[in-house]
């Protein structure tokens, strides 16, 4: 997996860094661009996404024990960018970002130094992932928001435990402070969690029938449905009959 880290000097604004065996320049992977406008990035938030086969976890806002030239607390943040097989190191990895274990391994990873003003322990980072093997249970597919709480999160974390993400493409899972429910619905996140949604416990978010049909396919079936559009067509045609069918019988059970 890939790894960045974003971090800031004494005097030198925040970048964010590559870490490799090779050495550490200044870069950021463009997946992190494509699930930034749905956090408040300065707040503690993680979030699971899956786009053409990759899977990111970011996690920002991690306290750390360094300030800056003007005594403000520098804040860590650090994503893993992987393949599908390393789904259940990065489901572990955001189970301990949930409840807080990350902050102070990443603190003593990250350190003042290097020509960005922070350096990062290679050794250490990787220590990070580590984990136990979660379970390898199907998904919930029912997309849920809330507003975020320890209740809630710890509720989330339990869930990653215990079961694999869904298959779809996007943001998954988006924990963080100050955004709208619109935000995350509209990202159309499988579970998201923010202090602006009213909902204090989880709400159910109504899926189309398109998302009905891809909760069903695997990442492998999806490459495959994007080189062969008639397979897409197929599946398409077969949702449409499926939900006729359920109207019908729907229909003849109240004639009964």
């Known amino acids: 997996m ?12 925040y970048c964010w860094l590559s870490i490799t065996e090779e050495g550490q320049q200044r870069e950021e ?18 979030v699971l996404a899956r786009f053409r086969g990759k899977l990111l976890l970011l996690v920002t806002g991690e306290e750390s024990s360094r300030t800056d030239s003007r005594t403000r607390q520098i804040r860590n943040s650090v994503a893993w960018v ?23 391994e990443l603190d003593r990873a990250v350190t003042f130094g290097g020509e960005e003003g922070f350096q990062v322990s290679l050794p250490d ?32 974390a339990e869930e990653l435990e215990k079961y694999r993400l869904p298959s ?18 509209n990202a159309g996140v499988w579970r998201g969690l923010s202090s602006l949604v009213e ?15 891809s909760g069903y396919l695997t990442p492998e079936l999806d490459q495959k449905m994007l080189k062969n559009p008639q397979l897409i067509l197929y599946l ?9 069918l359920s109207q019908l019988l729907s229909f003849m059970q109240k004639l009964q």
Not at 172 to 185: M, Q, Y
């Open 199 to 213: 909902a204090e416990d989880w709400e159910t978010i109504p899926e189309t029938e398109t998302e009905a049909l």
């Open 2 to 13: 890939k790894i960045y880290v974003r971090s800031r000097g004494e005097s030198q604004d």
């Open 82 to 104: 992987g393949e599908n097989s390393d789904e259940s190191v990065l489901r572990m990895l955001a189970v301990r970002a949930l409840r807080g274990d990350l902050r102070a």
């Open 125 to 156: 980072i990787e220590q990070l992932a580590l984990t136990d093997k979660p379970a390898n249970s199907p998904p919930d597919r029912t997309k849920k928001i809330g507003r975020t709480s320890q209740e809630l999160r710890d509720e989330l």
């Open 168 to 185: 779809s493409e996007g943001p998954l899972v988006v924990v963080t402070g100050i955004k709208k429910a619109e935000v995350l619905e």
């Open 29 to 46: 992977h463009p997946l992190i661009g494509q699930v930034k406008d749905l956090i408040q990035s300065e707040a503690h938030s993680v």
């Open 236 to 244: 398409l045609m077969a949702s449409g009959l499926y939900v006729i």
